[in-house]
Nanobody, 122 residues
Framework: QVQLVESGGGSVQSGGSLRLSCAAS????????IGWFRQAPGMEREPLAY????????HTVDSVKGRFTISRENAKSTVFLQMNSLRPEDTAVYYC???????????????WGQGTQVTVSS
C-alpha cells in the first residue's frame, strides 16, 4: 500500500508561484514514478509531469514546460511541483499519483492523493 498526501495549494494572482508537495509513504517498490495531474471543472484529468523512482529522470508535458518543474527529496520520499508564471487557466485541483509501467509507453496509476486546489486570479 502507498499513501500520498498533497499540500501547498492555495490562491494566487496571475504571474505568481506556488510549490506543491506530495509526501509518499509505503512501499516504493510498488511504483516506478510519481507524477502530477490536474483537473479543472468540467474538464478531463490531464497529466503534467512525472519523476522516475529509479533514476530521477523527469518528463513534463509541453503545455506547462518552462513554467512547471517537478523534483523530489529522496530522503523523505517527497515530490514537488514548482509552478511559476501561473495563469488563470491553471486553476484546477492538482493530484499526485504513482506510476507503474505496464508497457513500453503505458502506465497504471494505482494510488492517488486527495488533491489540492489551486486558484489563479487575473
Amino acid at each position: 500500500q502507498v499513501q500520498l498526501v498533497e499540500s501547498g495549494g492555495g490562491s494566487v494572482q496571475s504571474g505568481g508561484s506556488l510549490r506543491l508537495s506530495c509526501a509518499a509513504s509505503g512501499s516504493r517498490s510498488d511504483y516506478d514514478a510519481i507524477g502530477w495531474f490536474r483537473q479543472a471543472p468540467g474538464m478531463e484529468r490531464e497529466p503534467l509531469a512525472y519523476i522516475s523512482n529509479i533514476d530521477g529522470s523527469t518528463h513534463t508535458v509541453d503545455s506547462v514546460k518552462g513554467r512547471f518543474t517537478i523534483s523530489r527529496e529522496n530522503a523523505k520520499s517527497t515530490v514537488f511541483l514548482q509552478m511559476n508564471s501561473l495563469r488563470p487557466e491553471d486553476t484546477a485541483v492538482y493530484y499526485c499519483a504513482t506510476f507503474r509501467r505496464v508497457g513500453p509507453h503505458d502506465y497504471d496509476y494505482d494510488y492517488w492523493g486527495q488533491g489540492t486546489q489551486v486558484t489563479v486570479s487575473s
